[in-house]
Nanobody
Framework: QVQLVESGGGLVQAGGSLRLSCAAS????????MGWFRQAPAKEREFVAT????????IYADSVKGRFTISRDNAKNTVYLQMNSLKPEATAVYYC????????????????WGQGTQVTVSS
């Protein structure tokens, strides 16, 4: 059983940056591809980014490509999401997820989820 705890959310002005972290415990972190997802008020949860077990492959939603960067540190059991040039439409609860073996699978299949961290971007 993997436990995931996100942190780093907060309030930021449009154009600003935030770095989210997700710390994993209780399982073999390095065997899973990891993903970040978000859910805005009254909307479905959506895929943001995934990263392979060895960090070699990263996949991004078109809406964040070029502005967000996903990375991981297997020694620290942590995955990160660096978010730059934030827009108000990025306001959402951000979740990290684990459970798939590839970055591609992690876009749609995850067995473990964190509790989420709120990101609010003011205009």
């Amino acid at each position: 059983q993997v436990q995931l705890v996100e942190s780093g959310g907060g309030l930021v002005q449009a154009g600003g940056s935030l770095r989210l972290s997700c710390a994993a415990s209780g399982g073999a972190f390095s065997i899973y591809a990891m993903g970040w997802f978000r859910q805005a008020p009254a909307k479905e949860r959506e895929f943001v980014a995934t990263i392979s077990r060895d960090s070699y492959i990263t996949i991004y939603a078109d809406s964040v490509k070029g502005r967000f960067t996903i990375s991981r540190d297997n020694a620290k059991n942590t995955v990160y999401l660096q978010m730059n040039s934030l827009k108000p439409e990025a306001t959402a609860v951000y979740y990290c997820a684990a459970g798939s073996s590839t970055a591609a699978q992690a876009r749609s299949v995850s067995a473990y989820w964190g509790q989420g961290t709120q990101v609010t971007v003011s205009s």
